[in-house]
């Protein structure tokens, strides 16, 4: 791995770097001799954003013990091929849940210092909406997913952190150059495909378009290769983070961006699983 100089020039950056949260780490001046951020520090504080997630799993089944009783509202088709029927109560929490999350992760962004708790709320909520999908929508027969996309995302993470440690991938302008082709390319297609579904002409082609299994499971595919990415991404900027001394505070900041990338991992890898099971409960 390449070590950094606190003396040494930075290299100029470029869109997509990485994370809207530790891409802010690019413009940082401080510098700490005596209370430098570590890896350790950093690692620890990743974690507690991730047990806090498993907090959010338990209000949400204790939520939903406590709402049992409570009459159908609406039925909703998630991923698809996935039903869930919810009570009023039950789609204003997960309504708000989701709300306050997205609100704490741009407060977290913006204002530095509020991360011990911003990112803690984010990391609840997330937990919250991921218990959700695995034990509302899936239910106890496909609940056993929740737990095959943890360990997909524990692989994927170890197995992006042996590529960038070990050299065989490193963040560089061809690196970022396909990153960027990717994230465009993809942001394109959904404007397009959009736009598509608005005209009556082209209206029922995009629909056969998106409704084929094997297109959606690649767009998953695509997704979770351009999370993985920014995993690599993430290293790159925490690795700087440590050697180029920034004070020991901003340890938040780079957990709260590396616990933001691995729970967006998650969620693809659960999204992908739950298209292949819901193509073979229908077929």
């Known amino acids: ?22 891409n802010r780490l690019n413009k940082v001046t401080e510098r700490s001799e005596t209370n430098a951020a570590t890896y350790a520090g950093i690692a620890t504080k990743t974690t507690f954003f991730l047990l806090m997630t498993i907090v959010g799993i338990g209000i949400q089944l204790v939520v939903s013990n406590m709402l049992a009783s409570e009459p159908v509202w609406q039925t909703i088709t998630i991923s698809k091929k996935f039903v869930v029927s919810i009570s009023l109560k039950e789609a204003y929490i997960i309504g708000g849940v989701l709300i306050v999350g997205v609100i704490a992760e741009l407060v977290g962004i913006f204002a530095r210092k509020t991360i011990p708790v911003t990112g803690t709320i984010y990391a609840v909520s997330q937990g919250y909406f991921i218990s959700f999908l695995v034990f509302k929508v899936l239910g106890d027969e496909y609940s056993y997913l929740g737990l095959e996309a943890l360990l997909l995302t524990v692989a994927v993470v170890l197995v992006m952190s042996w590529l960038y440690s070990s050299g065989i991938i490193k963040v560089d302008n061809k690196f970022r150059t396909v990153l960027l082709a990717l994230v465009l390319g993809t942001v394109g297609l959904g404007l397009l495909t959009f736009i598509g579904s608005l005209i009556p002409a082209t209206r029922s082609f995009v629909q056969n378009i998106t409704g084929n299994p094997v297109i959606s499971i690649a767009v998953d595919v695509i997704g979770l290769i351009i999370a993985a990415l920014f995993l690599i991404s993430d290293f790159a900027m925490v690795q700087e983070c440590v050697e180029r001394g920034y004070p020991k505070d901003y340890e938040w900041y780079a957990a709260f961006g590396l616990a933001f990338t691995v729970i967006w991992i998650y969620l693809k890898i659960l999204d992908l699983l739950m298209q292949i099971a819901g193509d073979k409960k229908n077929s």
């Open 1 to 22: 791995m390449t070590t950094l100089s606190r003396e040494t020039p930075r290299e100029k950056r470029t869109l997509f770097r990485s994370n809207p949260i530790l």
